[in-house]
């Protein structure tokens, strides 16, 4: 048992450490985890960051917790279209022949995109520092921030891992992950604060655990402008916390249900 | 004995279509055998079964004595696969697909490593080692998907089509790495449409059609059942047709097809080329005017026609008459 689990590791790295050279491989991939987050937080910050003013703090720094959510998130799809692409390639066919541990494809999968995250979370925070954000919480919370942002964003890609092994095509997985990201990262307080929106919306971005997410990110770096109003439900009063109970339910959910459609996938072609 | 590879009464079914319909399959240890089929016959379902890829409908599989659909693990660690279109990343290098794969059958890191560039040096792909796949040929990526196969030395080999699609220069490149591999006492299974690639390379020929084996024996049975080489000469004059069966007689295998009309006679031969010239000279010396003369080989359609009365390209009309029916 010990072994075998010890040999499900090691399959799963020799996938993510493939799936890591690609980074500099795929054009389309360095530009999605290196560049386009340079101009998210670039495009942000000067468009809106200088256009909006907030008493007692700076509405740049209130943005980098979103943009920094956002873009984890987004990064979720490259699971569920590499998985996608894996299942239509040859390769997949010799990945089945082989006597390896039969979850690595997935479990690799989803730990290249923890690599590709940190390295956009680190270009993000480097473009940030330069437009004038600052962590003014201390560099233990500030990891923990990073590592928050990470966690959730693992658990989320289990959902695009799904998503990826049930489609017929890596065009149909942008689609779908578009349908899904938009609302769920723009119907939150990622780029205004939740109480500003109407009725059911406001309800839906206090319980949207993305909201959960950049509340706790911006608390942990110290980025909530002084003199905000305490927020009222209890998902943002309690961030961190709520965070992880989605982060762990998704995991709990998504782990055995991709690792399933997976084996069947594989099993019919 | 049970023999190393075995499948009893395999089917298959995709809907409507039956990919396999009962198929069986013995195959010794240490021997190559050839799965010859036209396209659409079956042989890549054969294949997936035997390499835990599928599970079939019904029937059952082992391989090296391991059930195939009960142990398809213990079976995967004892074979190498190449299937009918190469399995390999075009991103990652040669170098890197081999290594990946070592490592995936557990070889360790350095094992993995030098037993990647042994490969890559056996077949030819040293100097392009270190370039992404995208930039191989397609006999390139053949080479490698092969040498994917063997990275952990398996016992039993899976060869589908290996050499489809390739020019006839990398062909019997292939062929000859291929009888290499072989003579070290692999046992092989090859799927592949060309009679003449599973004459020269396996013990063994199974001819399969719409998912059932319609005849089965070395190349040497087969090309007596379906009439092997022969001379087909067109001769100038009417007149001259006579002689020239004579002629030929001492030179035929057996009895000369005559087409009056066409003046066209069909000569099964032995010995090929040098029959051919000694037929020629036979002819010159009797005064015998030719149009034309040529020695052909048996083909798969000449397989197919043979056997089943019908050649290999009417399968599709087959096909829809079945489905009609
Ligand atoms: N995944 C599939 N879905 C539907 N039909 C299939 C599938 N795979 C194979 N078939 C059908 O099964 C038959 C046998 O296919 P195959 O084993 O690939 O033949 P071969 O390898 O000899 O060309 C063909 O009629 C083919 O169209
Ligand atoms: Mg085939």
């Known amino acids: 048992m010990i072994k075998q689990i010890r040999l499900a590791f090691a399959d799963g790295s020799v996938i993510a450490k493939r799936n890591v050279i690609k980074i500099v491989r795929v054009p389309e991939v360095l530009v999605f985890v290196l560049i386009s987050p340079i101009m998210f937080v670039g495009l942000f910050a000067f468009v809106f960051g200088g256009s909006i003013d907030i008493p007692g703090g700076s509405y740049r720094e209130f943005l980098m917790g979103g943009i920094f959510a956002q873009t ?28 390896m541990s039969q979850s690595a494809v997935v479990f690799g999968r989803t730990a290249s995109d923890v690599v590709y995250n940190v390295l956009s979370l680190i270009i993000m925070a480097l473009t940030g520092l330069l437009v004038g954000w600052r962590i ?55 780029f205004v604060p939740s109480d500003n929106l109407p009725g059911p919306l406001k309800t839906f971005a206090e319980w949207n655990p993305v909201s959960s997410l950049t509340q706790a990110v911006r608390e942990l770096f110290g980025n909530i402008p002084l003199g905000t109003p305490e927020p009222t439900a209890w998902p943002l009063q309690n961030p961190v916390i709520y965070t992880l109970i989605w982060s762990a339910i998704i995991l709990a959910i998504f782990v055995p249900l991709s690792v399933r459609r997976y084996r069947r996938a594989a099993a019919k072609s | 004995m049970r023999s190393f590879i075995e499948a009893h009464g395999l089917v298959k079914k995709y809907g409507k279509v039956v990919a396999l319909d009962g198929f069986d399959l013995s195959i010794d240890e240490g021997t190559v055998v050839g799965l010859l089929g036209p396209n659409g016959a079956g042989k890549t ?35 190498g696969l190449s299937g009918q279109f190469a399995a390999v990343d075009e991103y990652l290098t040669g170098f890197e697909n081999l290594d990946m794969i070592g ?9 993995s490593r030098s037993r990647a560039r042994e490969l890559l040096a056996q077949f030819d792909l040293a100097d392009a080692a270190d370039r992404p796949v995208k930039t191989y040929s397609g006999g390139m990526r053949r080479r490698l998907d ?45 799927t592949t449409q060309y009679l003449e690639e599973a004459d020269q390379l396996a013990d063994d020929i199974i001819v399969i059609d719409h998912g059932k084996e319609i005849a089965h024996g070395t190349s040497d049975e087969l090309k007596s059942q379906v009439g ?5 000469v067109s001769i100038r004059h009417d007149a001259s047709i006579r002689d020239a069966v004579q002629s030929l007689t001492q030179h035929a295998s057996g009895t000369i097809h005559v087409d009056e009309r066409t003046r066209s006679l069909v000569v099964p031969i032995l010995g090929g080329a040098a029959t051919l010239t000694a037929a020629l000279r036979s002819l010159d010396a009797d005064g015998i005017g030719l149009n034309d003369v040529g020695l052909r080989r048996p083909t798969l359609d000449d397989v197919f026609l043979a056997l089943t009365g019908h ?15």
């Open chain 2, 103 to 111: 490592r995936l059958y557990h070889l360790g890191k350095e094992p």
């Open chain 1, 136 to 190: 003014h919480n201390g560099v233990i919370n500030a990891v923990f921030a990073f590592a928050l942002l990470l966690f959730f964003a693992y658990a989320f890609s289990w959902i695009m891992a799904l998503v990826g092994l049930s489609v017929p095509s890596v065009e149909v997985i942008n689609n779908a992950s578009f349908i899904v990201i938009f609302p769920l990262t723009f119907i939150a307080n990622t």
């Open chain 2, 45 to 79: 379902t054969v294949v997936s079964i035997l390499s835990t890829l599928l599970v079939p409908d019904a029937g059952s599989a082992s391989v090296g004595g391991i059930d195939v659909l009960q142990s398809p693990k213990e079976v995967r660690r004892r074979i």
């Open chain 2, 311 to 325: 050649t290999s390209g009417d399968t599709d009309q087959a096909d829809a008459e079945r489905q009609e029916a």
């Open chain 2, 228 to 232: 092997g080489e022969r001379i087909e």
């Open chain 2, 146 to 190: 092969l040498a994917g196969a063997l990275v952990a030395a398996p016992p039993i080999l899976f060869l589908d089509e290996p050499t489809t699609g390739l020019d006839p220069r990398s062909r019997i490149q292939l062929w000859s790495v291929i009888r290499e591999l072989v003579s070290h006492g692999s046992t092989l299974l090859l």
């Open chain 1, 72 to 99: 984890v998130i987004f990064g979720a799809t490259f699971t569920g279209a590499g998985l996608a692409d894996d299942m239509q390639k040859g390769i997949i066919n010799r990945f089945r022949s082989l006597p």
